[in-house]
């Protein structure tokens, strides 16, 4: 069992691995001479991904998630805890805050990965859930993400663009979930030829909210966002923290409703994650490099679990 989880997740990881050599190059082209080397940079992947898998919860398996609640980790998922979790994150070139909790792969080598979160920002309300209209929220949302773009060209890399929905916001106001994703791509990119999906999912709750991003190329995540929705419902809050406990007068209040959490708080995180698609093809050899020795480090624990 521990190894059919590992192979697939070694061939998961291997999308995580393309984003870390890639940065890597556009680095480099952008004559920052600070910056670690592909090599190490391969390196420290290889060793994150490593201790990713040591430390890893294979479902079905109930995973505590701080003091709100559990995700009830289905068969054929994989949780990694936050500081192993972080440490892949920062090896594919991303960072993490004092939300995150920790990531979720999956186990049948399927290209995408999901990052957890808990935001604890006080009951968001949901009353604006029925006036809301997409196309402002897109408006909205593409003018913050092109608002990043001097800083992604400060670092490096190319300016990117919301492209459109993949699936417009849906809210359930019975449990209190929220879904949507946008395809993200390289400005003046062809819609379609690549780019990459959010797929975000939301559950709230009394103090705050989790948060479950799925992020990978627009067919991968086509093909598996069924995963992210049951992911999203396997989150379970404790009693006492869910969103119907809420007391007023009582409990602190978010500053925003949904729409602010659509059109806001998550543009940083389109930017942050678009370079998977906006790099895949340009460094697909390099991916081939870094996907192989990400094999070889899953190939080694593999051993020491079967001996």
Do not use: C
């Not at 709100?68 to 994989?78: C, I, V």
């Not at 936050?82 to 993490?96: C, D, F, I, L, W």
């Amino acid at each position: 069992m521990h190894s059919n989880y590992l192979r697939g997740s070694v061939r998961a990881a291997a999308i995580i691995a393309s984003l870390s050599l890639a940065a890597s190059a556009a680095l480099a082209q952008s004559g920052a001479s600070n910056q670690p080397t592909p090599e190490a940079r391969q390196k420290e992947l290889a060793e994150a991904i490593d201790a990713g898998f040591k430390a890893a919860t294979q479902g079905p398996a109930s995973v505590a998630l701080i003091d709100q609640g559990a995700l009830k980790l289905p068969a054929k998922f994989a949780f990694i805890p936050k500081a192993e979790g972080s440490r892949m994150m920062r090896a594919m070139g991303n960072s993490t805050n004092a939300n995150f909790i920790g990531l979720v792969l999956p186990s049948d080598g399927a290209n995408w990965f999901a990052t957890l979160d808990f935001n604890k920002a006080g009951y968001v309300k949901d009353d604006d859930a029925k006036d809301w209209k997409a196309d402002d929220l897109l408006k909205t949302l593409k003018d913050g993400t092109a608002a990043g773009n001097d800083d992604r060209a400060a670092r490096g890399f190319p300016p990117i663009e919301v492209a459109g929905w993949v699936e417009p916001p849906a809210y359930d106001k019975a449990t209190h979930r929220l879904v949507w994703a946008a395809l993200v791509q390289r400005v003046g990119q062809a819609t379609g030829n690549g780019g990459s999906v959010n797929y975000n999912t939301y559950a709230l709750g009394r103090h705050g909210y989790f948060e479950l991003n799925m992020i990978g190329a627009p067919d991968v995540i086509r093909a598996n966002k069924e995963n992210a929705k049951l992911l999203l419902a396997a989150l379970e809050y404790d009693l006492g923290k869910k969103y119907e406990d809420f007391q007023p007068g009582v409990d602190e209040v978010a500053g925003y409703g949904l729409a602010a959490l659509v059109a806001g708080a998550a543009a940083k995180k389109l930017g942050m994650f678009a370079l998977i698609g906006v790099f895949l093809l340009k460094f697909w050899k390099i991916f081939a490099i870094g996907a192989v020795a990400v094999a070889a480090v899953g190939s080694r624990f593999i051993g020491r679990k079967s001996a």
